[in-house]
Every structure is written in C-alpha cells, then in structure tokens.
C-alpha cells in the first residue's frame, strides 16, 4: 500500500438519495499530503467526506480509500475504513 494513493476517486458521482450533488469528481490524495476541503455551503463538501467516510453509498464511478473498495462497502466494514482515516471538521466561528 506503500505506493498507493490514500483516496482516490475517479469518474465519481456522489448523490444523497436521488439528488445528484457532486459529478465527475477526480480527486487523488496520497500518504503524507495535508488536504483542506473548503467551499461555500451547499457546494458539496460534506457529501463528499460522507462519501469518502462510508456515510453515503457511492453508486457511480471508483473510489478507494485506505485499501477499501467504496463500490463493495457495507455497514459492517464502514468502522474499519474509519480507524484508518483522519478527518478534522471545523465550525467557522464568528
């Protein structure tokens, strides 16, 4: 897994139900690299950590995060995907 990317999407579309939020996302984040994910509201941010976290199916495209297939994911895999991936939210304050 050396030389392997931590996450990587390609052709992804990310939906929440039947919405379609995100498409076409190619993103590919490799160890050591220190990732910011910032955007106005309503943009898609959130459903693509849901993604990336297991939270949201993904239903088109490849994903693989941490050697976890995103397309073969069930609950019972989602807490181990999550041990092995470090996501720091922050609130804006006023």
Same mark, same amino acid.
């Given at each position: ?12 579309? $990310? ?5 379609? $939020?995100?498409?076409?996302?190619? $993103?590919? $984040? ?5 990732? =910011? ?10 459903? &693509? &950590?849901?993604?990336? =976290? ?15 297939? &995103? ?8 807490? =181990? &995907? ?13």
């Amino acid at each position: 897994m050396a030389d392997q990317p931590i996450v990587q999407l390609t052709n992804a579309n $990310i939906y929440q139900g039947n919405s379609l $939020i995100l498409s076409d996302v190619n $993103i590919t $984040i490799n160890r050591g690299e220190f990732v =910011y994910l910032i955007g106005k509201t309503g943009t898609g941010k959130s459903s &693509l &950590l849901k993604t990336l =976290y297991g939270d949201l199916a993904l239903r088109e495209g490849m994903g693989q995060v941490v050697g976890f297939d &995103l397309k073969k994911m069930d609950w019972k895999k989602v807490p =181990y &995907l999550r041990r092995n991936l470090g996501v720091v939210f922050r609130t804006s304050s006023c």
